[in-house]
């Protein structure tokens, strides 16, 4: 069986490719730097020995005006010897190409004449260099030019000292390319690992994250960069998550609560059945209590299904143009009996005529369970007021205002999550999803639900919905 190759993880890591990028890039433009620097010395040797050669030339073009061609000779044989004759030579030849004075040319007897060069400095008029190789390894750089109306120089200087130099700096670079390589990989490395060591931190904070354990936490720096940034991001998704899943744990608790009492009566009245019923009346008022607590269940599970839709947003509402103002007057002619029974004293207050887009049903579903809370929490002798009005030309804010014991503040926002009740409620008949319903189906239709509540005074559950400038047809 043939197992494929498999890199080794360094290589997979982003430290390795951030560091190789580095280590190149830095390289490549070190090696540019010197490549650039090699050229211009070398243009700057080449110049050098070229301005040399000229002033030679300017020599002999003025000993050849004052003492002829004679002096040109015996000046190119005492030039020769006090440089070196393997240091510089000079020719002197007619623009054909023939030769007739010159230095020791022992040395220099593999540099020739070349015609074409002569040609192009007939046709030009002015001076030509040339770079030859004298015995296959050393350059030299010649000049031909004119010194005299039909004399031509031809003269060359060893160019040992530039060679010597460019290999010099060739060593250099090389030793140096080697020694920039191996620091910019090192401190490419550790700048990388420093950059990357809050990514490390993360890591292990979420790995040592589990379902039990969510206190852990991404040490923040305050050096406000982008790592920094992304700690204090991932911090905050784990508040969230921690949240969430506090919310859930309390949700499942508080459902198994809600669900136990219930299930609990069920089981209770079927084993009284069972022990002490003897007639059939007795079992059909079990049944029917039966069947009352299994429509509570399903009310409750069928609430619990509305609110998930609705969040998720496949409520399926039907809107229409509703008369906000009706519908209000109705629901609370169906609470009058109620506050009656309760001696409580219960007004409805609607000036004008308003108009919503909304899913009748379900709008009034949310309203009967805010009203149904006021009277639910308000005690014998109290007041529950029902108010409407227009605000800012744009919402339509139905109040509903209570004089009951009024909500703790610690409370008074999460009243609205699923299957939350205060201590001060548990012995209430409720399943706490009236008003987490109530702030959805308000939220589906664009508007909210919000509480304002002192202690001891009473509450008031404002629901705010778009207002609409027209009329029922």
């Given at each position: 069986?043939?197992?494929?190759?498999?890199?080794?993880?360094?290589?997979?890591?982003?430290?390795?490719?951030?560091?190789?990028?580095?280590?190149?890039?830095?390289?490549?433009?070190?090696?540019?730097?010197?490549?650039?620097?090699?050229?211009?010395?070398?243009?700057?040797?080449?110049?050098?020995?070229?301005?040399?050669?000229?002033?030679?030339?300017?020599?002999?073009?003025?000993?050849?005006?004052?003492?002829?061609?004679?002096?040109?000779?015996?000046?190119?044989?005492?030039?020769?010897?006090?440089?070196?004759?393997?240091?510089?030579?000079?020719?002197?030849?007619?623009?054909?190409?023939?030769?007739?004075?010159?230095?020791?040319?022992?040395?220099?007897?593999?540099?020739?004449?070349?015609?074409?060069?002569?040609?192009?400095?007939?046709?030009?008029?002015?001076?030509?260099?040339?770079?030859?190789?004298?015995?296959?390894?050393?350059?030299?750089?010649?000049?031909?030019?004119?010194?005299?109306?039909?004399?031509?120089?031809?003269?060359?200087?060893?160019?040992?000292?530039?060679?010597?130099?460019?290999?010099?700096?060739?060593?250099?670079?090389?030793?140096?390319?080697?020694?920039?390589?191996?620091?910019?990989?090192?401190?490419?490395?550790?700048?990388?690992?420093?950059?990357?060591?809050?990514?490390?931190?993360?890591?292990?904070?979420?790995?040592?994250?589990?379902?039990?354990?969510?206190?852990?936490?991404?040490?923040?720096?305050?050096?406000?960069?982008?790592?920094?940034?992304?700690?204090?991001?991932?911090?905050?998704?784990?508040?969230?998550?921690?949240?969430?899943?506090?919310?859930?744990?309390?949700?499942?608790?508080?459902?198994?609560?809600?669900?136990?009492?219930?299930?609990?009566?069920?089981?209770?009245?079927?084993?009284?059945?069972?022990?002490?019923?003897?007639?059939?009346?007795?079992?059909?008022?079990?049944?029917?209590?039966?069947?009352?607590?299994c429509d509570r269940l399903l009310g409750m599970i069928n609430t619990m299904l509305v609110i998930s839709r609705t969040e998720a947003g496949e409520s399926g509402f039907h809107f229409q143009q509703v008369d906000a103002t009706r519908m209000i007057q109705q629901a609370c002619d169906l609470f009058i009996p109620v506050a009656e029974d309760r001696q409580i004293r219960f007004t409805c207050s609607v000036a004008h005529t308003f108009y919503v887009n909304a899913d009748i049903k379900m709008l009034?579903?949310?309203?009967?369970?805010?009203?149904?809370?006021?009277?639910?929490?308000?005690?014998?002798?109290?007041?529950?007021?029902?108010?409407?009005?227009?605000?800012?030309?744009?919402?339509?804010?139905?109040?509903?205002?209570?004089?009951?014991?009024?909500?703790?503040?610690?409370?008074?926002?999460?009243?609205?999550?699923?299957?939350?009740?205060?201590?001060?409620?548990?012995?209430?008949?409720?399943?706490?999803?009236?008003?987490?319903?109530?702030?959805?189906?308000?939220?589906?239709?664009?508007?909210?639900?919000?509480?304002?509540?002192?202690?001891?005074?009473?509450?008031?559950?404002?629901?705010?919905?778009?207002?609409?400038?027209?009329?029922?047809?």
């Amino acid at each position: 069986m043939y197992y494929g190759y498999r890199m080794p993880d360094l290589f997979r890591t982003i430290s390795f490719r951030l560091t190789l990028w580095y280590t190149g890039i830095f390289s490549i433009s070190a090696c540019v730097a010197f490549v650039l620097f090699y050229y211009l010395a070398v243009s700057t040797l080449q110049g050098q020995t070229d301005q040399e050669l000229l002033e030679k030339a300017s020599q002999f073009s003025a000993v050849v005006q004052q003492d002829g061609l004679r002096g040109a000779s015996n000046l190119a044989v005492i030039e020769a010897q006090a440089a070196g004759e393997k240091l510089i030579f000079f020719r002197l030849l007619y623009p054909n190409g023939e030769v007739f004075a010159s230095s020791h040319m022992s040395y220099w007897k593999d540099i020739k004449v070349n015609q074409h060069l002569l040609d192009q400095l007939v046709k030009k008029k002015s001076h030509v260099f040339d770079t030859r190789t004298v015995d296959r390894t050393q350059k030299a750089r010649i000049l031909y030019a004119f010194v005299a109306r039909n004399v031509i120089l031809q003269t060359g200087i060893a160019m040992d000292a530039q060679s010597r130099f460019l290999n010099a700096f060739k060593l250099v670079f090389g030793v140096a390319m080697a020694f920039i390589i191996g620091f910019s990989a090192l401190s490419g490395w550790f700048l990388v690992r420093k950059a990357l060591l809050g990514v490390d931190t993360i890591t292990r904070t979420a790995k040592q994250i589990t379902g039990s354990n969510l206190q852990k936490r991404v040490p923040e720096t305050g050096s406000k960069d982008e790592l920094d940034h992304l700690a204090n991001t991932f911090n905050q998704m784990l508040d969230r998550i921690q949240t969430l899943v506090s919310s859930v744990r309390e949700m499942g608790d508080n459902i198994a609560h809600d669900l136990k009492s219930p299930v609990t009566r069920i089981r209770g009245m079927a084993e009284m059945a069972m022990i002490q019923g003897s007639t059939m009346d007795d079992f059909h008022a079990v049944a029917a209590d039966t069947i009352e607590e299994c429509d509570r269940l399903l009310g409750m599970i069928n609430t619990m299904l509305v609110i998930s839709r609705t969040e998720a947003g496949e409520s399926g509402f039907h809107f229409q143009q509703v008369d906000a103002t009706r519908m209000i007057q109705q629901a609370c002619d169906l609470f009058i009996p109620v506050a009656e029974d309760r001696q409580i004293r219960f007004t409805c207050s609607v000036a004008h005529t308003f108009y919503v887009n909304a899913d009748i049903k379900m709008l009034q579903r949310a309203f009967s369970n805010l009203v149904d809370n006021a009277l639910k929490y308000t005690d014998k002798g109290g007041q529950v007021m029902v108010q409407a009005r227009q605000k800012s030309g744009e919402n339509l804010e139905i109040q509903v205002i209570d004089s009951g014991p009024g909500i703790d503040p610690r409370f008074q926002e999460r009243i609205f999550e699923r299957f939350f009740r205060a201590e001060s409620s548990r012995n209430s008949p409720g399943t706490g999803l009236g008003l987490p319903l109530a702030r959805t189906i308000a939220q589906a239709h664009g508007g909210d639900v919000r509480l304002k509540s002192t202690p001891g005074r009473g509450s008031v559950f404002t629901l705010t919905l778009p207002y609409c400038n027209f009329q029922v047809i």
